[in-house]
């Protein structure tokens, strides 16, 4: 029964016990305890201010990130845009260029068909006028193989001149 129900020494030791082991826990263990904790708190709370820091770095830097893209992609559609509108404007070149040359071309062609054109129509009247030289000169060497015929020729020719 004695361990059910504890004698007044028993108690008065235990009592006397527990108040020096809180004296000295109150006395040097509690402030040090205290202080940790104070110092694991304010160690807490700068690292979450120092992770809303970064939170709020992260979104700005996001924020810029987005920013930056947007403005690549606007710079990459003005590029595409001045590369497309530079290529049209060589392609109208060459097609004016090409113009130009075709037109040149066909020009100097008629000239060349004109002159080509021009020596035929001449070699055709020399040749109609040799041709009539020739023919003239076999009619009348037929003509005037006879006196009689020279004789009327020439005076019909005579005739003719005072005419005119």
Request: hydrophobic content about 45%.
């Amino acid at each position: 029964m004695e361990l059910i129900t504890p004698s007044f020494g028993l108690i008065f030791w235990m009592l006397l016990g527990f108040g020096i082991l809180f004296f000295v826990l109150a006395k040097f263990a509690w402030p040090v305890i205290i202080k940790m904790l104070s110092e694991r708190e304010k160690h807490i709370e700068e690292q979450l201010s120092a992770a809303n820091l970064v939170r709020e770095d992260m979104s700005r830097l996001q924020s810029e990130h987005q920013r930056l893209l947007v403005e690549a992609k606007e710079e990459r559609d003005k590029i595409l845009a001045d590369a497309r509108k530079l290529r049209e404007k060589l392609a109208e070149e060459t097609k004016a260029k090409a113009n130009e040359e075709a037109n040149a071309i066909i020009a100097e062609a008629k000239q060349a068909i004109h002159f080509e054109k021009m020596k035929a129509m001449v070699e055709i009247k020399n040749e109609i006028a040799n041709l009539s030289i020739e023919i003239a000169e076999k009619v009348l060497r037929h003509e005037l193989s006879d006196k009689t015929q020279q004789e009327t020729l020439v005076s019909r020719w005579m005739q003719e001149v005072n005419l005119n």
